[in-house]
């Protein structure tokens, strides 16, 4: 169904540090099984696949590109039909993104980010609907930084977001 997205945020046991190899090796096998699990047994035709979720914390870009190229290279061979990206940055403004787009956006399908205007009472009504529009600009940032990485299409999906969080 192209209108649901499945979020893979990490492998269970190391969802809060970074992966070793093997565990990186262990995740794109994770991530092929629930696409066989999904799409192949229970037949529902998922085709957005999301991997991983706001784990820039641990990778620096190139190494986060290498996990979610590695996932999706894995999740493709189960069900070739699957659109594959991420990684769901907290921020599409953080300082490993350019060099994550550089290494992965040649194979994936999709960039997706996070980003909310500010913090619940950070402020009076209007300071908080001020900082909202920041989410178009910082949107138009990454879609420039896409295109100097690739001359593929990607889509991009900013899909964590309000105006506070």
């Known amino acids: 169904r192209g209108d649901i997205m499945m979020n893979i945020p990490a492998l269970p046991s190391a969802a809060a540090r970074k992966m070793s190899a093997a565990e990186t090796d262990a ?11 999904v799409n192949v047994e229970a037949k529902r035709g998922v085709v957005y696949w999301e991997v991983p ?6 990778y620096t870009g190139t190494e986060l590109a290498n996990v979610v190229r590695k996932a999706a290279a894995a999740m493709k061979k189960v069900d070739p039909s699957v659109k594959v990206g991420g990684p769901a940055w907290k921020q599409p403004w953080v300082a490993s993104a350019s060099d994550f787009l550089r290494t992965a956006a040649g194979q994936l399908d999709f960039i997706s980010f996070h980003l909310y205007g500010g913090a619940p009472g950070d402020g009076d009504v209007a300071t908080t609907l001020r900082r909202a529009t920041n989410l178009g600009p910082a ?25 506070a969080w």
């Open 27 to 37: 995740f794109a096998a994770f991530c092929a099984e629930l696409v066989r699990i």
């Open 53 to 58: 979720n706001e784990q820039e914390d641990h």
């Open 139 to 163: 949107s138009d940032d990454l879609r420039r930084r896409m295109k100097e990485a690739t001359s593929r299409p990607l889509e991009l999906f900013h899909d964590e977001w309000n105006i």
